[in-house]
T-cell receptor
Framework: AQSVTQPDIHITVSEGASLELRCNYS??????LFWYVQSPGQGLQLLLK??????LVQGIKGFEAEFKRSQSSFNLRKPSVHWSDAAEYFC?????????????FGQGTILTVHP | DAGVIQSPRHEVTEMGQEVTLRCKPI?????LFWYRQTMMRGLELLIY????????DSGMPEDRFSAKMPNASFSTLKIQPSEPRDSAVYFC?????????????FGPGTRLTVL
């Protein structure tokens, strides 16, 4: 069965600083990988996804993530954080085969942005 | 497209009452998921459907919970009788098996409070 670990429960950065949120996954085959963002009181919005091809993927709001198979990681990055990026971020892994469609989510990382 | 629609957005009820949460997936999507989100347990998958048929209900906490999908455009999650520990935000999500990756689209959620 697949699993996702987000080691950082809470991260605080200053506005304008760079950001990296960590995600490690466990899955036997090539996974589908996702990052979602959740603002307070809102549903989850997809930031970006990886399923094949270029291991560096670009998403919305200036985010990018890099798939590293050797490290089983899919870390999310942004070069310069804006105050509006304060939210909770979820990494997720999807499976194929009989479990197609099912996503397993990490516990989330809460991002606080200081002015 | 209107996105995934959930109703009600907020529900306050008393212990022992029946609660019904509703979801309308994105038109053309053939997978539908119900999640529960709490501070303690994070985002949990309760059940999911493919072509209106329940595929995996292993996340349903107990017999008080039931879910149905009578047609491709409507699903319900019912709790009977409700208990205070059921207080959470319940999300519905949908996806399309013809998409390049099983990206899920989330509704805004229903915040349930059981007194």
């Amino acid at each position: 069965a697949q699993s996702v670990t987000q080691p950082d429960i809470h991260i605080t950065v200053s506005e304008g600083a760079s950001l990296e949120l960590r995600c490690n996954y466990s899955y036997g085959a090539t996974p589908y990988l996702f990052w979602y963002v959740q603002s307070p009181g809102q549903g989850l919005q997809l930031l970006l996804k990886y399923f094949s091809g270029d291991t560096l993927v670009q998403g919305i709001k200036g985010f990018e993530a890099e798939f590293k198979r050797s490290q089983s990681s899919f870390n999310l990055r942004k070069p310069s954080v804006h105050w509006s990026d304060a939210a909770e971020y979820f990494c997720a892994v999807g499976a194929g085969g009989t479990s197609y469609g099912k996503l397993t989510f990490g516990q989330g990382t809460i991002l606080t942005v200081h002015p | 497209d209107a996105g995934v629609i959930q109703s009600p957005r907020h529900e306050v009820t008393e212990m022992g009452q029946e609660v019904t949460l509703r979801c309308k997936p994105i038109s053309g999507h053939d997978y539908l998921f119900w999640y529960r989100q709490t501070m303690m347990r994070g985002l949990e998958l309760l059940i999911y459907f493919n072509n209106n048929v329940p595929i995996d209900d292993s996340g349903m906490p107990e017999d008080r919970f039931s879910a149905k999908m009578p047609n491709a455009s409507f699903s319900t999650l019912k709790i009977q009788p409700s208990e205070p520990r059921d207080s959470a935000v319940y999300f519905c999500a949908s996806t399309n098996s013809l998409a390049s990756a099983n990206e899920q689209f989330f509704g805004p959620g229903t915040r349930l409070t059981v007194l």
